[in-house]
């Protein structure tokens, strides 16, 4: 009999991202609870959890899964303009994913639409090179006071 493969150590990590990319919000909470082992420091717990950077909030609402924003926000209250590896905010993997709703409900609570990216790139750059939803995405992003100049 072969011995048992070597369980992968980044596997319930792996389960976690994909739990909010997918909008999954009982395997979400269900696979950050034991992440977190009972500590009580859910928050932190769910934050430490990147895959270059991009959390948990950054794969659901680059997706538009409003289930699992919410959660992160309003219950957990992770940091909407926590930036990944390359300084991307969840608002622009919502701009990116073209989540309409995403964007709006990041920009109702809180996130910055003037925060650039490793490269200088706000969310209103990103809209601008999407394309067709430029003018929905533009008219969200400008009405929350974005002073960004294309």
């Not at 976690?16 to 928050?43: E, P, S, T, V, Y």
């Amino acid at each position: 009999m072969a011995p048992p493969l070597p369980s992968d150590p980044r596997a319930p990590t792996r389960r976690l991202l994909q739990a909010a990319a997918d909008g999954d919000l009982a395997a979400f909470k269900r696979i950050a609870g034991k992440l977190d082992g009972g500590k009580g420091r859910l928050r932190e717990t769910v934050e430490g959890v990147r895959d270059r950077g991009a959390g948990a909030l950054h794969v659901s609402s680059g997706r538009g899964m409003l289930a699992v924003c919410s959660y992160l926000v309003e219950e957990l209250q992770v940091d909407v303009d926590a930036a990944d590896d390359s300084g991307d905010t969840p608002l622009a993997y919502a701009v990116r994913g073209r989540s309409i709703d995403g964007v709006k409900y990041l920009l109702d609570h809180g996130s910055n639409p003037d925060k650039p990216d490793n490269k200088g790139y706000t969310p209103l750059h990103v809209a601008a090179i999407k394309g067709p939803l430029i003018c929905t995405l533009n008219t969200y992003l400008l009405s929350y006071a974005c002073r960004t100049l294309l």
